[in-house]
């Protein structure tokens, strides 16, 4: 399922109407005790909540360029190397001095020496 679709996003639009609506015209039907009504109106609140929060998440999601593509994409691993992807060969030349070491920043890259002598005087 692709999250960046504009049918899920007015379907979401949608649903968070309806339930928002149904809770407004529920709320004064609801039967029981007390304590039992509270809980059933806490819970239409909730999932009024829930819907509204869920379409705006999908729309920002949109809005934003798709930062989750796929229902996939949410559930995957971050830390995973991705499959999908151009892989380098050598993995240290993604770091332009040296491989970071543990707990450590890599340091600044040196100036050229061109570069050094105008900025020296």
């Known amino acids: 399922m692709q999250l960046t679709s504009s049918t899920l996003q007015f379907t979401t639009i949608g649903v968070a109407v309806l339930v928002s ?18 809980l059933s109106r806490v819970g239409l609140l909730a999932g009024s909540y829930a819907a509204t929060a869920l379409a705006v998440l999908i729309s920002v999601n949109i809005a934003y360029g798709g ?28 770091y332009l001095v040296h491989p970071p070491v543990q707990g450590c920043r890599p340091g600044p890259v040196p100036l050229p020496p061109m570069c050094q002598q105008l900025t020296d005087g």
């Open 21 to 38: 609506c149904a809770a407004l015209l529920l709320w004064n039907r609801v039967r029981g005790p007390g304590p039992v009504r509270a």
């Open 67 to 94: 930062l989750i593509v796929s229902v996939s994409d949410l559930f995957s691993d971050p830390n995973a190397i991705p499959t999908h992807h151009a892989r380098h060969r050598n993995p240290d030349a993604l």
